[in-house]
Structures are given as C-alpha cells and as structure tokens.
C-alpha cells in the first residue's frame, strides 16, 4: 500500500531563516507532487505541483521554492522566510485511476515564523 | 475555467441531527467529484467521490449525488455525530494536468 510522509511535523523558525520541508512517498511510481499551505481558518492554497523528477510548476508567485530530485521526494524551501509564510503545509501524491484523479494527503507540516 | 463553490460555514448541529454541505461546480468538461475530510490538526482524507453524472459517492455514512442538470454534488448524512466534527473540502479534478479544484471548506461542529 502506498504511505506518504512528511517531517518534520511542527516547526517554528525565526524570520529570515531558511527553511525546507521535506515529502516522501512509498509504494508507488511516478506519482503527481504537491504542496499545498492552509493559513490558520483558510482553505487550501495549491504552491506548486511535479509530475516528474525536476519538473516544477509554481501556482502563485512567491517566497517559496520547491524541487524533486527523486521521483519519490519533494522538497518545499525558503532562503528567507517571512512571517506571512506561517502556516499549515501539506504534501500530497496522486494517480490517475481510470477516469479520475484521486488525491492522498500526508499528515502536514506546522509552520510558525516568529 | 473551472471552479468549486462550497456552501461557507461554521456549521452547528446537535448530535443526530440530518446534515446537508451544499457544493455547486463550473466545469467545461465532466469531471470527477470528491469530498475530502480534514480532521483538527491532520491532513485530508478522501471521504467518498463520484466520477459520472448520477453517480452517488457513499462512506461512513456519508453521501453525495453528482448531479450534472443541477451541477451539484452536495454532501449529506442522516445522523452526524460529534466524531464527524472537522472540515469538509469539496472539489472537482477539472484542473490543469489532473490537478484538483478544491472549494474553500465547510466546517463542522456537532455538539452531544
């Protein structure tokens, strides 16, 4: 079966701090990549997305960048973060199954700038 | 392009109470629908999907019809406990490349 992994869990960094956020996935090839942050009461706001190992695309211009140096990892990174980076960052992994795209979400990554 | 409206919340019910999320979409093809559930501090859980007009979604008690004439696909569960308090996302996978459309969320509180 297939697991996704994220870590760490909660995290609290001053601002101008780097930052990296780490996604894996198991038991599965090839998958589709995103990450996703949610601000405190907010919806889902997609950042970037990979369907493949070096290939990005970036949803919104930002402080943020992110890489897939294997098929299975996605990296999620900051040189200098900003308070308005705080929040609740989410991977997720999905495949098509017959005509559908179905999205399966790690467990999600608290980050607070202070 | 396309997009996904979810009714805004918070939500209240008692215990037992019937439970209704509205969830309309703007498509241009036919997508598949999802409800996913996001519970206090966790990530999201696929709750149920539909990917055909008529076709009806079910888990945990939980249902939803896609309806294309109506371009819906409201949530609904008869009995909602207070274990089912959490944030419910509806979205469509009619993005770019698969990529899912999610609604902004509803959230749920259910009190004993």
């Known amino acids: 079966s297939q697991t996704i992994h994220q870590w760490p869990a909660t995290l609290v960094q001053p601002v101008g701090s780097p930052l990296s956020l780490e996604c894996t996935v198991e038991?599965?090839?090839?998958?589709?990549l995103y990450w996703y942050r949610q601000a405190a009461g907010r919806g889902l706001q997609l950042l970037f997305y990979?369907?493949?190992?070096?290939?990005i695309s970036s949803e919104v211009p930002q402080n943020l960048s992110a890489s897939r140096p294997q098929d299975r990892q996605f990296i999620l990174s900051s040189k200098k973060l900003l308070l308005s980076d705080s929040g609740f960052y989410l991977c997720?992994?999905?495949?098509?199954?017959?005509?559908?795209?179905?999205?399966?979400f790690g467990p999600g990554t608290r980050l607070t700038v202070t | 392009g396309d997009s996904v409206t979810q009714m805004e919340g918070p939500v209240t019910l008692s215990e037992e109470a019937f439970l209704t999320i509205n969830c309309t979409y703007t498509?241009?093809?036919?997508?598949?629908l999802f409800w996913y559930v996001q519970y206090p501090g966790e990530g999201l859980q696929l709750l149920l999907k539909?990917?055909?007009?008529?076709d009806k979604g079910s888990n945990k008690g939980f249902e939803a019809t896609y309806r294309k004439e109506t371009t819906s696909f409201h949530l609904e569960k008869g009995s909602v406990q207070v274990s089912d308090s959490a944030v419910y996302f509806c979205?469509?996978?009619?993005?770019?490349?698969?990529?899912?459309?999610f609604g902004k969320g509803t959230k749920l509180s259910v009190k004993p």
């Open positions: 997720a992994w999905s495949v098509r199954i017959t005509l559908s795209y179905e999205q399966y």
């Open positions: 038991g599965t090839s090839n998958p589709n």
């Open positions: 990979s369907v493949g190992i070096g290939q």
């Open positions: 498509a241009t093809g036919y997508p598949s």
């Open positions: 539909a990917t055909k007009a008529d």
């Open positions: 979205a469509s996978d009619g993005g770019s490349q698969g990529n899912l459309i």
